[in-house]
Structure formats: C-alpha cells, structure tokens
C-alpha cells in the first residue's frame, strides 16, 4: 500500500474516526472523523473505506483496545480552582480552571448527556478557533476529549492532526456531565490557540442528548471573553467589614439613551485609619413593566461602569451632609462644588468582578484617613431606550487591619471630550493620552511610585490598549497592555511583580480602533456610542496626584481639518466651552439658541455629552468651500476611505501637539495646562514576533493523573502504531 495511504488511515485511527456502517448500535470509543480539505485525499479515504481489509483492521482495533470505565464513585479531584466562571445566563455551564507557568487544567460542568464542547479564540465565533470535544459514553461511562479546530470559512469542527489535550478524568449524572483535562498553555501547534495574557473569548456549546463521539449540530452555544490567567482572588485571612455605595430606586427614563447619575455618600464613622482592600459590583436593576419594576433573569442591565471618587469638601459640612442624604444629581447639574470629587478610589466597568488588593497596600479610608465624603459616579447605557429602577453600586471591602503601604488611584489617558475624533472605515486607527514628565516631575516622590495594577478602558471600536512607561528617551517594557480588547470584559489586570515609576517618567496611554463597520466618524464622550481612552492605575505610596491627561489643542485640532473660523465664536472661545466639558453657559443669548438648535438630537437625549453637541452646533466661516456647513457636516463628508487622508489625520493628531493636564486631589494644579510636543523617545521593540523554538508538532504533558487518563493518551499511540506496522508488513 502506497505511504499517503498509510499516513491518511493513521491520522484516520488516531482520532478513532467513523466508517460507513449500518444502523447497529455505535461500538465504544468511536471519535469524529477527522475530515481533510484535500479532495484527493477524500477519494482516497472513500474508497479505502469500502474495503474488506479497512474492515477488518478496525475490527482488530476495536477489540483489541477497551479503555477502562472510570468509576464516579470513588471520583474526588485532588485540584483546587483558582477561578470559576459561569459561562451562560443560566448557569448550565461553568468552566473552573487552575494554571501553572507552562500549562492549564480545566473542569467543565454542563447541563447536558451529549457532548460539550469548549473553545478559545480571539474571535467571538468558531472559525479558526481552537475547539476541544468531550464527552462521557452513556453506556460504559467512559470519558473522551477530543482536540479539534474550527475551519476558517465554515462553521464546522474538524480533528486536530495532532491531539495536545491530556482526559484527566470525566463522569455524567442523570443532568450533568463533568470532564478534567489540560493543555500546555502553548503547544506549538498551528491548529491550537496559545493562551496568553489577553482576553480570549471562550466558546461553549452542548450537543444533544446521546451524542456520544458525534458532532452533531449544537443545541445551545455561546461566548464569554475571560483572561485566563489573571490571579484574582479575596483575601480569607484578614478581618472584613464593607460599606455599600449604591444609588437607590432610581428611575432611567426611556428618553435617555445616556445619563449620568452622582451621588454624595459620608464614609463611614470609624474610630481609627482603616484601608480599603477591594471591591465588587452590586448590580440591581429592574426593567419598568406595565408602572411596576420585574426581576428579569435575563435582563441586562444599563450601568455601564462605575466610578467612585474621594471628595475634598469644604468646612460647610451641613452643606455636605445634605447631599449625602439626598437623591444624588444628573451628572450636569450637579453642584460646582463636586468637582472637589477627583480622585478615584474604585473603578468598575462592564463584565468585572472587582478588585482586592495585593496583601501590602490599602487605600485609607474614613475621616480619620483624612477623608469623610465620597462621590459615586454612574454612567448608564440606556441605548435600548427601556425605562429602569437601578439601585447599583458598589461594595467597598475594609480592615482595620492596616497594610504596609497607603495606596492611590490615579486616572490617566485621554481628557473625555469631543475632540478625541476617531474616523469610519478604519482598521487600525490609534489615539493616544500621554502623562507628562511636568506632571509627575512635580507630584510624586523622589524615590517614585510602585504601580500594582492597571485598569484599560475604552468603548465597543477598541481592539487594543497598552499603558507605555517612558523614561527619558527610552521606552521602557509595557506596564499593561491588552491586544484583544473586549468591552464586555473590562477586568483590572495586575502588573506582574509591580512596576517602578520614578519621578520625571512619562506615561502614554495608547487606544487602537477598528471602526470598519462605521459609516461616520466616532466622538469622545461618556456614550457608549462614543469612545474613550483610560487607564485607572492603582500605586503606592499615596501621593497628591489624582489625574493625568491630554487632548489635541482646539486650534489645532479644526486647522487638522482645514477649518479656520466660525460664526460667532473665536477659536478661543470654542477652546473655553471645550476646557468647561461643552459648558455653554455665558454665550450670547441667540448663538447659544442657535448652536443647542442645531444640536438637538429629535429622537434621544445623550446627556453628558462633553462637547459632542457643540460640534454638531459650529457653523464653519473659513475657509470658503466649507462655508455655512456644521463641522460635524463636515467631517461626515470627509473622503475616510482615502488612506492618504485618514494616514495624515492619524499621524497630526497622534505624534502633533497636546495639551496636558495634571491634576491633584484638591482640584488644584500639579503642574500648569501645557501645550507641548510627543515625547521624542526609542520605541521597544516588540519581542512578541520573534521566532519561537517551536517545531509545531505535539508537546507532551508529563503525566501527574489517574491510571484512567494515562490509558487514554496510551491507547490513541499505540493504536497508531499498531496501524502503521499493520499497513507496512502487507
């Protein structure tokens, strides 16, 4: 027999594939075939398959080779979860997993008798996606895992040519079906997806009863981006209390796609310093049915994240009291004073579970730590315009046991506002906020800071964010970076071994968007329509610094768009409403008429819109061509799909001018507003592309399991081998 024929049938056994046959009972141990693409390999297996021989050497194999019945009954796992996660609304499938520095276990409990299938790929489909199958045969009560992939332009599991998933064990109930298996977290297979630090998003899906090494249509799938190997986990050996900070039985209206909602909270009456040590979300929200708010399982809720921010209040703590008593405000019309409400505390955004802090820091809390009032601030994504009763916030976990270290939150990125364009029909268009060397030349210790943990946080079009650390003229290795990005999933990310910031060091917050699907361009601002550019950093020690950011200066941003002068309005003027977040208070009585005429939006209403409403409202003067069009006319009308343009737009607003803030935490300025050039520096080099020592064949996994599991890997060998030698000696 020629040596294609013996390699086909190999590969053909290895993944105990199946043969036309009657419609006899399925013998044990069958696995999916393992189709090949290559059409004359198909004619090949097709009429191989019609062979006595074929036959009979699958009958030898059958029943040469029974793998033994795991017994449930003595089943006990020796692994301790690290994380769990329900992967669907209705908890039918949860996924716990546990990870070394080279390879990653996994248990998959699911709802089913069939097969469940678990996948990981930076795509929120199968197509091209590193797929693993496994089951437990209803009969025998014997576990199987198979090692698959999804093919890149249909929606169908193939077998890997190489099986890199090691059966732990598996047994299934009268509902359940349970498996245990690993992986090296990179197996230097093609077909495998190698699982890193960045989100992945982790596939599922259940067979039908009885499918039993099959694969037929799924009857229920779904995704969940998680990062796998992020450490999160509360601290069980210290004494906790919490102090819940959550808004109450606010009613959303239908009319508001967004709405900012703050509240003032007093901390509460501690006799001594404590810290915060971590936080976690308290979602509640209600959907209004009928004049009555329902408990819907399935609901989603409109808070879209959460801030929580120390308040430097004056000595009217009547005043202050009051507040903390009340309501809360619309984000707009919130009192003047709240702006004393700067530095952040607690930072939540959508798919997070929270924080606990690392053993030796905590953020001081209480008067006694030299702070009484706190503000929450609530942004709600009510695109869906459905009226809502929330009562959401957020749980702050404290101890009086104190830590080693006093830490702080610092906010830094883009300044939020209009002038943070993104334009249509992009790939790979990037925005940058940058922390100037001014900034924390002026506010932080001579010795530096230490940063703990990082917070990346944009909008739907952001595929990547990365936080750069430049010191002098030298990129220093990234201190967080996420390069499949998902707004879903916004979990803080801790920052292996800490990172030293020393005064003088510059930060650089860097956005990359894919704005393909987009017809017109994207503003900056609190929608989720809009975009954003953040990164919340957790450090110690504690200093006076509360927030960092840029922004293109306004003359310069219109001039990048050929735009001169407005009607009734200086460039001076435009930059003044812009610094007051699209404050149009003062303006003359008819310009302001006319600008919020033009700006109105006749279906929502977006609230907070930080200026976005202002460049719906602009009346362009100079230059001629442009004349008496909106700017946001105009840049609607912009050629975006000319890289040419869209090329020199990026490289103006990216590497040009920026206007730099820093702010302290008593609203005060760390260092004054700047215009200044991008940092000059030497970019790292991206060590991510060099080549590996992979040969992309399978790497074996040392064996710590039970007898079961080591059969498994056994057998699927020897069948090969036993295979091969048959198909040589005739």
């Known amino acids: 027999m020629h040596l294609s024929t013996v390699l086909i049938l190999s590969v053909f056994f290895l993944c105990d594939a199946k043969l036309p046959r009657s419609k006899q009972p399925l013998p044990p141990n069958e696995l999916p075939s393992n189709p090949t693409q290559n059409s004359q390999a198909l004619r090949l297996l097709q009429v191989e398959r019609k062979s006595e021989k074929t036959h009979r050497i699958v009958g030898q194999y059958r029943s040469r080779n029974r793998r033994e019945v795991f017994n449930s009954q003595s089943y006990e796992s020796s692994l301790t979860w690290a994380h769990s996660e329900r992967l669907d609304e209705n908890n039918d499938v949860v996924l716990r997993w546990v990870n070394t520095d080279s390879s990653i276990t996994f248990r998959l409990e699911a709802k089913t008798r069939g097969y469940v299938g678990l996948g990981f790929n930076s795509a929120r489909n199968m197509r091209g996606a590193d797929l693993v199958v496994a089951w437990v045969d209803d009969r025998n009560g014997i576990a199987q895992v198979l090692d698959c992939h999804g093919l890149e332009f249909d929606d169908r599991a193939v077998a890997d040519d190489v099986q890199n998933y090691e059966l732990i064990s598996g047994y299934q109930n009268d509902t359940h079906t349970t498996v245990e298996f690993r992986r090296q977290l990179d197996t230097c297979d093609r077909q495998d997806f190698v699982i890193g630090e960045d989100t992945t998003q982790v596939l599922w899906s259940l067979g039908p009863d009885g499918s039993d090494g099959e694969l037929p249509k799924h009857v229920k799938s779904g995704s969940r981006p998680l990062r796998l190997l992020q450490p999160m986990s509360k601290p069980d050996s210290i004494p906790l209390k919490y102090w819940d900070v959550r808004i109450m039985n606010l009613t959303i209206p239908h009319v508001m796609a967004t709405l900012f909602w703050c509240k003032v909270f007093k901390a509460p009456e501690l006799p001594k310093k404590h810290h915060i040590v971590g936080y976690e979300p308290l979602i509640d929200s209600r959907p209004i049915r009928d004049g009555r708010p329902v408990l819907e399982k399935n609901s989603l809720s409109p808070v879209?994240?959460?801030?929580l921010y120390e308040c430097v209040e004056d000595h009217d703590k009547r005043q202050w009291n009051e507040w903390a008593e009340g309501p809360g405000f619309f984000g707009p019309s919130r009192p003047g004073e709240l702006v004393t409400c700067v530095t952040p505390i607690a930072a939540w955004a959508m798919g997070s579970k929270g924080e606990f802090l690392p053993e030796n820091v905590g953020i001081p809390l209480g008067e006694r730590g030299g702070v009484s009032f706190y503000m929450l601030e609530v942004h709600y994504d009510n695109q869906a315009l459905h009226e809502v009763l929330d009562s959401s916030g957020i749980r702050i976990h404290y101890t009086p046991a104190l830590r080693a270290h006093d830490a702080a939150l610092l906010g830094a990125g883009v300044g939020i506002s209009a002038l943070h364009m993104i334009p249509p029909k992009q790939k790979n268009y990037r925005t940058v906020g940058i922390c100037s060397q001014e900034c924390t030349n002026n506010t932080m210790p001579e010795e530096g800071i230490n940063i703990v943990s990082v917070l990346l946080h944009a909008h739907g079009t952001a595929k990547k964010i990365s936080l750069?650390?430049?010191?002098?003229?030298?990129?220093?290795?990234?201190?967080?970076?996420?390069?499949?990005?998902?707004?879903?999933?916004?979990?803080?990310?801790?920052?292996?071994g800490g990172r030293k910031f020393l005064r003088g060091d510059t930060l650089i917050t860097e956005c990359t968007y894919d704005t393909t699907a987009r017809d017109k361009p994207i503003l900056g601002g609190y929608s989720a329509s809009q975009e954003m550019c953040l990164s919340f950093i957790l450090y110690y020690p504690r200093t006076e610094l509360a927030g960092c950011y840029s922004m293109t200066p306004v003359v310069e941003f219109f001039q990048t768009f050929g735009v001169k002068e407005f009607?009734?309005?200086?460039?001076?003027?435009?930059e003044k409403i812009f610094l007051s977040s699209g404050n149009l208070d003062g303006l003359p009585p008819q310009l302001e008429f006319d600008i919020k005429q033009n700006s109105a939006d006749e279906a929502i209403l977006q609230g907070d819109d930080q200026g976005v409403g202002l460049m719906k409202g602009l009346v362009i003067k100079d230059p001629p061509e442009f004349r008496n069009k909106t700017f946001m006319a105009h840049l609607n009308d912009m050629a975006w799909s000319e890289p040419l343009l869209t090329g020199q737009i990026e490289k103006t607003l990216y590497s040009g001018w920026h206007m730099t803030f820093c702010k302290k935490r008593d609203n005060g300025w760390g260092a004054l507003i700047q215009i200044q050039n991008y940092p000059n520096y030497t970019e790292l080099t991206n060590n991510d592309t060099s080549e590996k020592s992979c040969h992309y064949k399978s790497v074996i996994l040392p064996s710590v399991t039970k007898a079961n599991a080591a059969t498994t890997n056994t057998v699927s060998w020897l069948t090969l081998l036993t295979l091969t030698t048959i198909f040589i000696a005739r």
């Open 468 to 496: 750069k650390h430049i010191r002098g003229t030298q990129e220093l290795p990234r201190i967080s970076e996420e390069n499949s990005y998902d707004a879903r999933y916004q979990q803080s990310r801790i920052v292996p």
């Open 567 to 574: 009607y009734g309005l200086s460039m001076m003027d435009v």
């Open 304 to 307: 879209h994240h959460m801030v």
